[in-house]
Structure formats: structure tokens, C-alpha cells
């Protein structure tokens, strides 16, 4: 069984051990700062805090030695001091969430294109008179290649630096042997600019299925309009060659969020991933009608018998 298989069985029940940080902010409309307890990775947290308020302060209160800690009477103690706490568990322990829990969302959502059965695969008319107007303006032009040269070369250049450079201690990259063993038989994307190499992207397909893999820029953001080139010529890349489902890649469960929100001018829609996530549960300890309106501009998203749901709670639940 190949070693990233293995890695994501094992993602069922491991980690166990749970970092809790403290985050403060402030939502909109309201003077007084909140505060979220977070039990889970460190980027998770970024997210349900990101997706609520803008954080000025975190700290590092402990960890929970598993996630049965959850419905114990410590972490209680800690969740009545916050108005709200956000729990990540692997799936096999989703179960130890606590009762009160009003909202439990996979961590990460997958985002696909997908052909009507009657008519040709196209792209909204207005991405691609936004990616006609970028390559006229920047020069730009894409490359295909199964080079090993080209593979190592953008994982060199492009991949391993953008990756620390966006999301820099908090970064997870794959290391250069793992790297190329995934991308055997991929085909790499090459996006150029005048000559000049500035991003690329790893491109798989499987019979009528294209899979967007992994990206790299030369910068942090990506130039104007590069990203939307890049992905637009790789989807009609695919499709010349017979793809009608495009996998655009896992996002975070957030309507609001600024990478499904990009995916979705494209015409991706929101799905479950094909693999379980971990589970990412929302508690809130004390409602307020700003925590209700923040809550719902979230647009958190979870899946109900195959139906992608749009959590949003009722102002009965805020007290002034």
C-alpha cells in the first residue's frame, strides 16, 4: 500500500493530542472583544477565528491528552471563560465532542466542476474574458510538461518556496521524494510571462476526471491574474482531452471564504471529499445578536444524506 495511503488511514484517529489556544478579537458592531478556545492544529483555529472576527491576541493555553478531554469537567472550565468553542477531532473520535455542540463540519470540503450530460464542458464567459484580458496584458502563456527536470525544478523554485512563504511556521510540505514519487505521471502546468517562469501547478487525469494538484508561485500572492490563467488553460487543457469532472482541490467548509469563493467563479461546487475529514465542531457558550450575524455570514457548510448544508442559527438564540 503506497506511504500516503497509510498516512491517511491513519488520519481517522490520529492525532490525538489536542493544542488549545486562546483567541480574542472583535466582531463587527460589537465594542467589547470575544474570546474562542480552540482545540485542534493551529491552522484550523486560524480559520473558525478568521471566519468570525479579526484576531489581536492568542495564546497557548495547554492540550488535551486526547479527545476524550473534551467532556471533561477541566475543559469545561475553560470553555464558560470563552463565548465560544471550536473543537477539531480526527473522525474516529467525533463522538467526544461535547453534547452541547450546535455545529459539527468536515475540516475540508472539496470543490468540483462537473459537465452537464447534454451539453459541452465550458467555462463562465466571465472567467475566461478575465483570463483573455490578464494574458494580453501580462504576456502570459502556459506550458505542459512531463519533464522530471521540470518537476524538480518547480518543486525547487516554486512549490517549496511559496508554501513557506504564505504560510510560513505553520506550513505542511511535502518532502522532494514524496513529491516526485506523487507526481509520476502527472503533467506539470508551466505558467510563463514574458519568457519568465512564475507559477505552475501539477496536473493528473484519470480517464474523465482532471485532478488540480499542487501550485507554486514566484510570489506571494501569485501576479495578478495568474492564478486565474493558470487554472482556466489546465481546465481546458483537460477537457481537450476528454476530462468532464474537474477536482479543483480541498477548501475550508465556508461559503465566505476567499478560496471557495474563488474556486466557485469558475463554477465549482462544494461536495464532500472523497476520503473523511477530521470533524470540526462549533460550541457556543454565550450568544449575542453580533456572534448570530458573524455566525451566519460565515456560510459554514456541512452534509446532510448526500446534501451540502448552510448552517445559520436564529436571533432567538442571541441574548442582549
Not at 483570463?131 to 505542459?144: D, G, H, K, T
Not at 469558475?266 to 476520503?275: D, E, K, Y
Request: glycine share 8%; net charge positive.
Amino acid at each position: 500500500m503506497p506511504w500516503r495511503h497509510v498516512k491517511t488511514i491513519a488520519s481517522l484517529v490520529a492525532p490525538i493530542v489536542l493544542p488549545v489556544q486562546r483567541l480574542v478579537g472583535r466582531l463587527p458592531g460589537l465594542a467589547d472583544p470575544i474570546a474562542i478556545l480552540c482545540a485542534g492544529t493551529p491552522s484550523t483555529a486560524d480559520f473558525v477565528a478568521g471566519a468570525l472576527l479579526e484576531v489581536e491576541e492568542r495564546t497557548v493555553v495547554g492540550s488535551l491528552g486526547s479527545p476524550l478531554e473534551l467532556r471533561g469537567a477541566a475543559f469545561r472550565k475553560l470553555c464558560a471563560g470563552a463565548d465560544l468553542a471550536a473543537m477539531e477531532v480526527p473522525r474516529a473520535w467525533q463522538a467526544c465532542l461535547p453534547g452541547g455542540t450546535q455545529l459539527r463540519m468536515p475540516a475540508w470540503v472539496s470543490q468540483e466542476l462537473l459537465a452537464n450530460t447534454q451539453s459541452p464542458f465550458t467555462l463562465p464567459a466571465p472567467i475566461l474574458k478575465e483570463v483573455r484580458r490578464q494574458s494580453r496584458r501580462n504576456a502570459y502563456e502556459l506550458r505542459f510538461s512531463t519533464d522530471l527536470g521540470d518537476i524538480r525544478s518547480f518543486y525547487a523554485k516554486l512549490y517549496r518556496p511559496y508554501v513557506m512563504a504564505r504560510f510560513g511556521t505553520g506550513a505542511v510540505i511535502v518532502d522532494e521524494e514524496q513529491f516526485l514519487a506523487v507526481s509520476r505521471g502527472m503533467t506539470l502546468a508551466m505558467l510563463m510571462a514574458a519568457g519568465d517562469w512564475i507559477a505552475g501547478m501539477l496536473l493528473q487525469q484519470r480517464g474523465e476526471t482532471l485532478h488540480l494538484g499542487w501550485f507554486g508561485s514566484c510570489s506571494v500572492p501569485p501576479r495578478t491574474g495568474a492564478s486565474e490563467v493558470l487554472d482556466a488553460r489546465s481546465i481546458e487543457w483537460g477537457v481537450a482531452k476528454g476530462a468532464r469532472r474537474v477536482v479543483m482541490g480541498h477548501s475550508r467548509p465556508s461559503l465566505a471564504d476567499g478560496v471557495v469563493r474563488y474556486k466557485s467563479r469558475f463554477g465549482a461546487t462544494v461536495r464532500s471529499t472523497r476520503f473523511p475529514q477530521r470533524t470540526i465542531g462549533l460550541w457556543v457558550q454565550r450568544w449575542s445578536p453580533e456572534l448570530v450575524a458573524s455566525v451566519n455570514a460565515a456560510k459554514f457548510v456541512s452534509f446532510r444524506d448526500g446534501r451540502t448544508c448552510v448552517y445559520e442559527t436564529h436571533p432567538e438564540h442571541a441574548t442582549p
